[in-house]
């Protein structure tokens, strides 16, 4: 064993002789640096991709309530009864005008409703 210990000794003496510690640790330093720079830049392009993707979402959610609508029945709701009844106006006596008789016809379909 210490004739394994002496030749691993002499080994590392060689190494560290060869290596340049000064510029292995720049070496390191600029590492860890662009390391870092890297981690940052990751992190917003994530946060960018989030926020690109989120307003997909909401429009498909958009989409789906718009369909739901589309799809919803047409049919109308009847309203209770009033307790007091609205006085009517009286038409104009210009009845020769379609419009007005149109207008009526669509007001008396609401109020039976």
């Known amino acids: 064993m210490g ?3 002496k030749g691993v ?3 590392m003496g060689q190494i560290n002789k060869q290596m340049n510690l000064p510029l292995l640790h720049k070496i390191m330093q600029e590492f860890e640096m662009q390391n870092e720079k890297m981690e940052l830049t990751s992190e917003v392009m ?5 926020d690109a ?19 919803a029945p047409s049919s109308t709701v ?14 104009s ?3 020769d005008c379609g419009i007005d008789s149109e207008l009526q016809a669509r007001l008396d379909n609401l109020r039976r409703m």
């Open 3 to 5: 004739e394994a210990m």
């Open 9 to 11: 000794t002499l080994a």
């Open 46 to 50: 994530a946060e960018a991709i989030d």
């Open 53 to 71: 993707l989120e307003g997909d979402e909401e429009e498909e959610e958009t989409e789906e309530l718009v369909n739901q609508l589309v799809d």
């Open 78 to 91: 009847a309203a209770p009864a009033a307790k007091q009844k609205v006085p009517q106006v009286e038409a």
């Open 93 to 95: 006596g210009n009845d």
